[in-house]
């Protein structure tokens, strides 16, 4: 089959259309939902409320609330996983000893599945039979709150983030530095230019459109977080640690206000996509200069 062989349209239409109505009919049926009071208990008929359920929502503080929370853990978590990231990647692409054991070892964390590490994470930092606080009595600390104050059980599910996705990040950014000229560094050798300066002058700046990437691609996955928290603290001490999709969940399936949460569900859209575009705005210049 050639380039411009007609047959291909056979192939490819029907698979396109498809994809279209599994993916645009939720999406059309959303929106429309999201101006329309929906509850299925008690139930009631659909009534047409226009803007409504967004006011609703923007003047609601727990919207704002968690958005902020769910903008700390992302915002937290990205910035660890790649800094972290980074170093690792480097450390690998140095060819240390050892380093096929460590490229498997650093990557485990991300094939499990995120509620498994959540169970493990609870386990582990639980507040009275937890491992870790049985290991913090016997050297004579007390218990600490890890999952029952807001701070320590904010902080305890950034580390398990951090842990699970920074191999994500490794992987990306080591598949980067193997695809770097070696001729450039070998003419700063020339140079006397030291490790950091390499670093610095060569290997960040050829590496700033794959980081990009990386970190706007884990921001967007942050932010959809809700297995690790449903798990860990189900949102709380209270509702210190809910995200916006834990948000929804609790609105969409145990409240069953499906308008509201539409609705909810499209402000959460606006959000990421205005944090995206700020994010890329803030970074273009320096993309360009780098180009």
Known sequence: MTRND??????????????????????????????MSMRLVPPMPPRFV????????????????????TT????????????????VAL???????????????FLLPMLVAPVAVALVARQVLNPTMGPLNE??????????????QTSWALGSIIVVEIWQWTPFVILMLLAGLQTLPDDVYEAAALENASAWQQ??????????????????IRLIESYKIIDTVFVMTGGGPGV????????????????????????????????????????LAILKPYLEKHR
């Open 6 to 35: 007609p047959v291909k349209h056979f192939f490819i239409w029907p698979a396109l259309l498809i994809v279209l109505v599994i993916s645009i009919f939720p999406l059309v049926y959303s929106l429309t939902s999201s101006f």
């Open 199 to 216: 670093f610095r002058d060569i290997t960040f700046p050829m590496m700033l459109p794959i980081s990009v990437a990386v970190v706007f």
């Open 72 to 87: 700390l853990i992302a915002f937290t978590a990205v910035a660890f996983q790649y800094v972290i990231g980074f170093a």
């Open 91 to 105: 450390a690998l692409n140095a060819r240390v000893p050892g380093e096929g054991v460590f490229r498997v070892g």
């Open 240 to 279: 210190s640690t809910e995200t916006l999709t834990l948000f929804a969940y609790q609105e969409g399936f145990k409240k069953f206000n499906l308008g509201y949460t539409s609705a909810l569900s499209f402000l959460f859209l606006i959000v990421i996509t205005v944090i995206g575009l700020v994010y």
């Open 135 to 148: 290991f913090m009595t016997l050297v004579g600390f007390p218990n600490l709150p890890f999952l029952t």
């Open 50 to 69: 226009g803007f409504d359920n967004y006011v609703s929502l923007l003047q609601n503080p727990r919207f704002w609330h968690v958005t902020g929370t």
